[in-house]
């Protein structure tokens, strides 16, 4: 198993460069390893001793992953400090989980709170996925999403509340994070659009009719919307980025 781990790592990781640095280097193996026997003596019924062994794991990684979690083979939790698993969550096999993920629930309810992950699922950056759902194989979730439904198979999904962007995810490089879709500003784009077609409307209207500003009126008008064309142009051009 720590074979595989090992493995994994140097395939999914262009900085590791060798298995010792790997092994004493990165939290995120060490919690796995720390988790295996957490998780080994929880299913025993041992009282007390897996929930400290979590607590140390957490304490030396800055990850913290409930014994009773269920955890694949060949997941790979890169850097991993904040990220947080929870009691009755599943991550499937050859999963990549990123720093600050949670996988979380919404409430005190008993039972299957957690979510479930598919294979070969990339959760980014900072990325919640709360309650008992379902989140299918090879599916993309970007960095900051909150996803709170279930998530088909071979999907990408991004923003808060986390929306379905593409399906039919290729094999393409899961670590492309920059080349996933920004929603957000595809609908307020096509919102500018629109209000920028309808004073264009507004403004034949008024040529029809006759009506016409005073000069000091044009050029006020003319200001206000130059600025906020040039402050919209650049919140969707990414300023500040």
């Known amino acids: ?40 003596l929880h299913k025993m019924g041992m009282p007390f001793i ?19 979690a269920v955890i694949g083979k060949s997941v790979f939790i890169d850097h991993g400090m904040g990220v947080v698993i929870g009691e009755t969550a599943i991550v499937g ?30 959760v980014g950056a900072g990325a919640k996925v709360l309650g008992n ?13 909150v996803v709170l439904r279930d998530v088909p198979s071979n999907c990408t999904v991004v923003g808060i509340p986390g929306r379905v962007t593409r399906q039919n995810n290729s094999n ?19 919102l500018f659009e629109r209000v920028k077609n309808l004073e264009k409307q507004l403004e034949q209207l008024h040529t029809e009719s006759n009506f016409s500003l005073t000069q000091v009126d044009t050029e006020e008008l003319d200001s206000i919307n130059g600025n906020s064309d040039r402050v919209i142009e650049e919140f969707l051009d990414g300023a500040g980025i």
Not at 6 to 34: H, K, M
Not at 134 to 145: H, K, L, N, P, Y
Request: glycine share 12%; with cysteine; proline share 4%.
């Open 172 to 190: 393409g490089d899961v670590l492309a994070h920059g080349k996933l879709r920004d929603v957000e500003a595809e609908v307020i784009r096509a």
């Open 1 to 40: 198993m720590l074979l595989t781990d090992l493995r994994t790592i140097s395939e999914r990781d262009p900085a590791a460069r060798n298995w010792l640095e790997v092994l004493f280097c990165y939290p995120g193996l060490q919690a796995l390893l720390f988790h295996r026997l957490a998780h080994r």
């Open 133 to 145: 759902i379902q989140i299918g194989d090879r599916v993309r979730i970007g960095a900051g999403s």
């Open 93 to 122: 096999d050859h999963a990549l989980i990123y720093q600050g993920v949670t996988l979380g629930g919404t409430g005190k309810e008993s039972g299957k709170r957690h979510p479930t992950l598919g294979s070969h699922v990339v």
């Open 50 to 68: 897996p929930r400290l062994i979590s607590h140390l794991s957490r304490f030396f990684t800055g990850i913290e992953i409930h014994p009773g």
